[in-house]
């Protein structure tokens, strides 16, 4: 092996093992394990259920949609917050971190008062025949919600450090201001703002507190599958049930993280020295 | 194609980066725009690749004017200094990328643009690298094609900001050449800014010599080290030194010494400031003879030998610079007093606001040579 300039290569390297075996890969271990004990013909009873398949794709459904809604807003807030200079930007900036710090119900239950068909901004929308809470749209309002900070703050820091001199240089070359963006920007910020993509996705996916409220767990409706593990625990004490449905969730996140991961590293291929 | 450029101010908050400049570019000319840092010389690039907007004056370019046309459609190549290449396209998307943006009804067929790319590749001998991407690039070789790039749109005035200011020095004098060449044989009218005296006289026609946002001097790399202007040019570009001397009357004082000027009015001048050159600073054949000069230190630069030097009173040294044949040839024992006298000197009178009100080349005669003033040494006004 290489000799590292910093010494106790070893000893950190063994306890970074240590901490992620024991509170990362222990845990999912366990659930596989616990789910595995149902035995093939026992997983797909848990998993095949018109129920759970309704929640299943609930989830990862909303949570794709909410993810790509995150990204596309959070890419215009984050550039409205590096490129410009307003009143209050730093207010508006402090203020993206709020769905991080804030209690998941809490968020919820804020989400649920606004858009109720009596809340504030739901008795609004009621008239024009839309309702948010208590719907599908109700649940992907929540996602969107604790998504968006992730997307804006992996752009920030790629943003404010991008070069005016590939614009400007595009700018020269005689590109319009639209050619500017599509062509030079937003290729070099499709690798970041996957990155954000899929952090907003993996916490959608993951979302619990704020969606339950919002969402109102109608059956078949508005179910999400985290809400059905903690039913089967809840009222029927189903550990393996609810192991079954988090190793499928862990399954499929694991998957789609890992397409992301590739997606990424095929948007900057370019960065790589062959 | 020529480009008159008068009368130009810019004013960032508190800070003046151009002062009233006016510059003609004659067409097809390579002008270099000289200056240190902070010259204003980046801000005037900028205004004319319209990146920026002048808060007074003209360019016109053939009578038309400039600035009225945004950085699209000037027709203005620009090369950066970090060259700017995207970094998520090829070499030959990159040069393509002035055609392929053009709006369709001016933009050539995939065939003709590819053509193109492969015609200005092959002049910037860059054939087999269409197919990388700027990251597996070497400096010198993103700065060419960075050239390209620029040279796709068929410009009709090139700029170069600091062109080689990111290259280590080898690469950058091999670079010289090539550019000079190149731009002779494609004799489109370029611009190109620097802070390296020697890259601006070694490749330009001609050089404008900026300080503080102001122009200093026009002209040829030759007219600019023999003749400078200002005290700034003389000390940039000839690395002229002060020497404390005074004027008076048609006589300069210099270490007890007096010497004649003629038609030189600068009588009710606030400031008179006289320069001398190292290579004009000689060592004399005779021993004794000549200012007293004590020799602080002593480096061999491959070929000339460069010196600190205390002459006579003065108590900060100047630097002399000779061949390694004369030092040889005329310095005395191991000693470290040495006879020197000066070949030429440049003075300057200026006024209050540091304007040149008279100047004059000096050629003092001195007893080493048989004939103290010859048909040979004019003394110039």
């Given at each position: 092996m290489a000799r590292h300039v910093l010494p106790g290569f070893r000893l950190s390297t063994g306890y970074t093992l240590v901490v992620l075996g024991s509170c990362v890969l222990l845990p999912l271990a366990a659930l596989l394990w616990t789910a595995c004990e149902l035995g093939p013909a026992g997983w797909w009873a848990q998993i095949g259920t018109r129920r759970v398949l309704a929640a299943l794709k609930l989830s990862f459904g909303a949570a794709l949609l909410a993810a790509t809604i995150d990204a596309l807003l959070g890419l215009l807030v984050a550039w409205v917050l590096v490129r410009y200079r307003f009143a209050f930007r730093r207010v508006c900036d402090a203020l993206v971190d709020l769905p991080f710090a804030l209690p998941t119900a809490v968020a919820g239950i804020s989400l649920t008062a606004l858009y109720a068909p009596n809340g504030w901004i739901g008795s609004r929308l009621a008239p024009l025949g839309i309702q948010v809470a208590y719907t599908r749209l109700g649940v992907l309002l929540a996602m969107v919600f604790v998504g968006l900070p992730f997307v804006v703050r992996t752009l920030q820091p790629v943003l404010e450090s991008m070069e005016s001199d590939l614009e400007e240089a595009a700018y020269t070359l005689g590109a319009s201001s639209v050619q500017r963006f599509f062509r030079v920007v937003l290729p070099l910020l499709l690798p970041t703002l996957l990155t954000g993509y899929a952090l907003a996705l993996a916490r959608a996916i993951g979302e619990y507190g704020s969606v339950i409220f919002i969402a109102g767990n109608r059956l078949f409706r508005t179910e999400i599958a985290p809400y059905l593990i903690v039913q089967k625990i809840d009222s029927q004490y189903d550990y393996r049930g609810a192991a079954a449905l988090g190793a499928v969730m862990l399954g499929a996140s694991l998957l789609l993280l890992v397409a992301m991961a590739w997606l990424n590293r095929w948007t900057r291929r370019w960065a790589v020295v062959r | 194609m020529a480009i008159e450029i008068s009368r130009l101010r810019r004013q960032f908050d508190g800070f003046i980066a151009l002062d009233d400049v006016s510059l003609t570019i004659g067409d097809g000319e390579f002008v270099a725009v000289l200056g240190p840092s902070g010259s204003g010389k980046t801000s005037l690039l900028r205004i004319l690749a319209g990146l920026d907007q002048p808060d007074a004056g003209s360019v016109l370019r053939d009578g038309q004017d400039?600035?009225?046309?945004d950085a699209r459609r000037r027709g203005v190549g620009l090369v950066f200094q970090h060259y700017a290449l995207f970094p998520h396209m090829t070499v030959a998307q990159n040069v393509a990328f002035g055609l392929r943006v053009r709006p369709w009804r001016l933009r050539p067929k995939t065939s003709a643009i590819k053509a193109s790319v492969e015609n200005l590749l092959r002049k910037v001998e860059l054939?087999?690298?269409?197919?990388?991407?700027?990251?597996?690039?070497s400096g010198g070789q993103r700065q060419r094609v960075a050239l390209a790039r620029a040279l796709a749109i068929e410009p009709r005035l090139l700029l170069l900001d600091e062109?080689?200011?990111?290259?280590?020095a080898q690469v950058r004098v091999n670079l010289r050449g090539w550019l000079r060449e190149f731009h002779r044989s494609f004799g489109i009218t370029s611009l190109f800014v620097t802070h390296d005296q020697d890259e601006a006289l070694e490749m330009a026609d001609r050089v404008v010599l900026m300080n503080r946002g102001r122009i200093e001097q026009i002209g040829t790399p030759e007219q600019i080290y023999r003749q400078p202007a200002t005290p700034f040019a003389s000390r940039f570009i000839a690395r002229g030194q002060s020497l404390p001397g005074e004027v008076k009357g048609q006589q300069l004082h210099l270490f007890g010494h007096v010497w004649r000027i003629e038609n030189f009015a600068g009588n009710d001048a606030h400031e008179v400031t006289v320069h001398v050159r190292p290579e004009d600073i000689v060592l004399t054949s005779l021993p004794g003879d000549g200012l007293k000069a004590k020799l602080l230190n002593l480096r061999h630069v491959a070929g000339t030998v460069r010196a600190s030097l205390l002459v006579e009173s003065m108590d900060e040294p100047i630097e002399a610079e000779w061949s390694e044949r004369d030092w040889a040839r005329h310095h005395g024992p191991a000693d470290d007093v040495i006879g020197v006298h000066f070949q030429a000197l440049s003075v300057f009178a200026s006024d209050r606001e540091g304007r040149v009100l008279a100047r004059a080349t000096l050629h003092p005669p001195h007893a080493s040579f048989p004939v103290a003033v010859g048909p040979w040494r004019r003394v110039e006004a």
């Open positions: - | 400039l600035l009225a046309l054939e087999g690298f269409a197919h990388r991407y700027p990251a597996q690039l062109p080689f200011g990111a290259l280590d």
